[in-house]
T-cell receptor
Framework: TQLLEQSPQFLSIQEGENLTVYCNSS?????LQWYRQEPGEGPVLLVT?????EVKKLKRLTFQFGDARKDSSLHITAAQPGDTGLYLC???????????FGRGTSLIVHP | DAGVIQSPRHEVTEMGQEVTLRCKPI?????LFWYRQTMMRGLELLIY????????DSGMPEDRFSAKMPNASFSTLKIQPSEPRDSAVYFC????????????FGPGTRLTVL
């Protein structure tokens, strides 16, 4: 069973700071997704990465897929209170259509 | 599209009662997933359907849990009898494999069993 480890579990920072969260596994993924979940809501897809070494940017968010497609990172530049939420990564192995979710990183950005 | 619709949004019940959670997936999506989220365990996959057929229910905690998908636009998750340890947020999600199975989640049902 593939296992996705996310770190850190919790992160509390001030507005304007930069941060990076990580998603690691021993498994190789055909695709990996990042979701953000706000309190009281369901997770919402941010991005999908599929190619080793791929970098995608979404405004102040930068997502990177590791060369070996076993890990990924999410970097947020100049964090804002609106970035507060639970960040989940989810990876699908081989030809599986069923992704496995990590436990998430809970981010709080203080104004 | 309205997105994935779940009802009710909140449910408070007493131990031993039957609970039924409902989900309407996004039209055209042929996968439907039921998840449970708790602080202790995170997001757990309970069961998923493909074209209305249950494919993997290995995540269903025990026989008290059952799920059905009578047609492409409706699914239910039933707990009978409910227990306090079933208290959690239950999410339904749908997807289409052509999009790398990117999942679209409903707003969830917060279940409290007293």
């Amino acid at each position: 069973t593939q296992l996705l480890e996310q770190s850190p579990q919790f992160l509390s920072i001030q507005e304007g700071e930069n941060l990076t969260v990580y998603c690691n596994s021993s498994s190789v993924f055909s695709s990996l997704q990042w979701y953000r979940q706000e309190p009281g809501e369901g997770p919402v897809l941010l991005v999908t990465v599929v190619t080793g070494g791929e970098v995608k940017k979404l405004k102040r968010l930068t997502f990177q897929f590791g060369d070996a497609r076993k890990d990924s990172s999410l970097h947020i530049t100049a964090a804002q209170p609106g970035d507060t939420g639970l960040y989940l990564c989810a990876g699908a192995e081989g030809g599986s259509y069923i992704p496995t979710f990590g436990r998430g990183t809970s981010l709080i950005v203080h104004p | 599209d309205a997105g994935v619709i779940q009802s009710p949004r909140h449910e408070v019940t007493e131990m031993g009662q039957e609970v039924t959670l409902r989900c309407k997936p996004i039209s055209g999506h042929d996968y439907l997933f039921w998840y449970r989220q708790t602080m202790m365990r995170g997001l757990e996959l309970l069961i998923y359907f493909n074209n209305n057929v249950p494919i993997d229910d290995s995540g269903m905690p025990e026989d008290r849990f059952s799920a059905k998908m009578p047609n492409a636009s409706f699914s239910t998750l039933k707990i009978q009898p409910s227990e306090p340890r079933d208290s959690a947020v239950y999410f339904c999600a749908s997807s289409s494999p052509g999009l790398y199975n990117e999942q679209f989640f409903g707003p969830g049902t917060r279940l409290t069993v007293l």
